[in-house]
């Protein structure tokens, strides 16, 4: 299958101080979402109740974290009428100081997430100054007590002809529908992860249009720990202390992992190093990656993470561009370091992370970039030499970085590649 376009930069075309001065911004797979967030409305819930049920608006469904597609290219969409015996008639038409005090952590509730608004269709919601398409994910995984509404939307879809498309990451949509994908199984993730407060360890509440989730002071059900009786008839029992409910907290939002990746090129600028490990087909290699540590500037992390694999010593390292990352939660900061004189030998001595690491001619990076790159489970291009050197798809921002280098991003070095 051919690889997907990348989405457009923001105002490619604009002249600015900024691009005359940084060049192009880049932009990855899996950004550009059509989507406007409109953060602040999700917790207007009268805004949400208009939206959930207005006939323009599309739901994008996953069944243990797989979307509903036509095919590995096109994403599939229901309307409201065919979620509404799951969801109910209005899922937000209590506030969230009422669904709070409400609270049963024995009734399992599907996950919807509100993932913003296409505000190019005009004949979207109309709401305030607000206008635009309505865009929901939605958890459909059999569990619960809405195993069996779940179940039977499931077998409805598929007999439309629609399939629930499986593996770990789907790197085939358009870039619009990639960023939308990603956007809703992050979030769903994310809810589907975190049901216990990380502070005291109590059922939480997914609230904020499926953006947090808190810790509500009370519970219909009890539960080991509670204070109250075991009558039903009475009030909510109020459950143990927690500190999530006092003053500021953030333990309670999505968390985003930053990841540092980085092209690293010799002194003279001449060779890029790449690293393969043991899921990597023969000859595919990619560049080196690691996780920020707390602490930890992306330029120090950089620097440590290339050290610890391969032995090699930075200077000078630049941020190139960023990807979000929705496996499950990532941030990739794409960077490009160069080594100081005399840092080039390769140990791989410190932590057995990679199988090899090599420094690779441009020559033969620009020769993998035109025929060897491909995803981990798929075959080189048509012009692929068996045992020439493989690279990641453009979908990768390592393909991005390597593509830079090599293309002309750092001036006089590279000359000959466009992305």
Request: proline share 9%.
């Amino acid at each position: 299958m051919p690889q997907p376009q990348l989405p457009s930069p923001a105002y490619a075309d604009l002249d600015s101080m900024l691009s005359r001065k940084f060049g192009r911004e880049v932009a990855n797979y899996f950004s550009g979402s059509p989507l406007n967030r409109v953060a602040f409305l999700r917790t207007d819930h009268p805004f949400l109740s208009a939206a959930v049920s207005h006939p323009s608006t599309s739901f994008l469904l996953f069944n243990s974290l797989a979307p509903l597609t036509h095919d590995p290219s096109k994403l599939a969409y229901v309307s409201f009428k065919d979620v509404q015996p799951l969801i109910g008639q209005d899922p937000y038409t209590k506030t969230e100081e009422q669904l709070i005090s409400e609270y049963n952590s024995s009734v399992h509730t599907p996950q919807l997430v509100f993932l913003g608004l296409d505000q190019s269709k005009k004949d979207g919601l109309e709401y305030k100054v607000y206008k635009g398409q309505p865009y929901f994910a939605l958890d459909v995984t059999p569990k619960g007590s809405a195993m069996e509404q779940a179940t039977k939307l499931i077998e409805e879809t598929k007999s439309r002809g629609l399939k629930f498309l499986g593996g770990r990451m789907q790197m085939t949509l358009p870039a619009p529908e990639a960023a939308i994908y990603g956007l809703g199984r992050a979030l769903l993730d994310w809810n589907s992860r975190n049901p216990f407060c990380a502070q005291c360890g109590q059922p939480t509440l997914s609230i904020n249009a499926g953006f947090k989730r808190t810790c509500p002071p009370t519970d219909m059900h009890p539960l080991p720990g509670s204070i109250g009786t075991t009558n039903p008839s009475t009030p909510p029992h109020n459950r143990a202390p927690c500190a999530t409910r006092n003053g500021v907290s953030n333990i309670s939002f999505p968390r985003t992992d930053p990841t540092v990746i980085m092209a690293v090129i010799s002194h003279n600028g001449q060779k890029l190093l790449l690293g393969r490990n043991k899921r990597f087909p023969p000859n595919w290699y990619s560049t080196l990656a690691g996780f920020l540590e707390p602490a930890e500037s992306v330029e120090e992390a950089v620097r440590r993470e290339v050290w610890e694999e391969a032995g090699v010593t930075l200077g000078r390292v630049v941020v190139h561009s960023t990807q979000p990352w929705p496996f499950p939660a990532n941030l990739m900061i794409g960077a490009i370091g160069q080594t100081v004189p005399g840092g080039e030998t390769i140990d791989l001595g410190h932590d057995p992370e990679l199988l090899d690491a090599r420094w690779f001619s441009f020559e033969e990076v620009r020769e993998a970039l035109e025929n060897g790159t491909s995803g981990l489970g798929e075959g080189p291009g048509k012009g692929y030499k068996e045992g020439n050197l493989r690279l990641p798809p453009r979908t990768a921002i390592a393909h991005q970085l390597i593509a830079a280098v090599v293309g002309g991003f750092l001036g006089e070095v590279g000359e000959g590649y466009k992305m």
